[in-house]
């Protein structure tokens, strides 16, 4: 997650394809990457990342 101005962090880690991210500030636009990450014999192949920006109301 990026807040404006700041830089990307990294909120989770999951094996789940949803996610909820709490705490965050009415009328402020946040920019959040996603990336797919698959382990195939022990070794990680990780996916490109999508980021997309989200207000929240």
Do not use: C, H
């Amino acid at each position: 997650m990026q807040a404006p101005g700041g830089d990307f962090e990294r909120i989770k880690t999951t094996d789940s394809t949803k996610y909820t991210v709490t705490g965050l500030k009415s009328g402020v636009t946040y920019k959040f990457r996603v990336r797919a990450i698959k382990t195939v014999d022990g070794k990680n192949i990780n996916g490109g990342y999508k980021t997309f920006s989200v207000k929240v109301k």
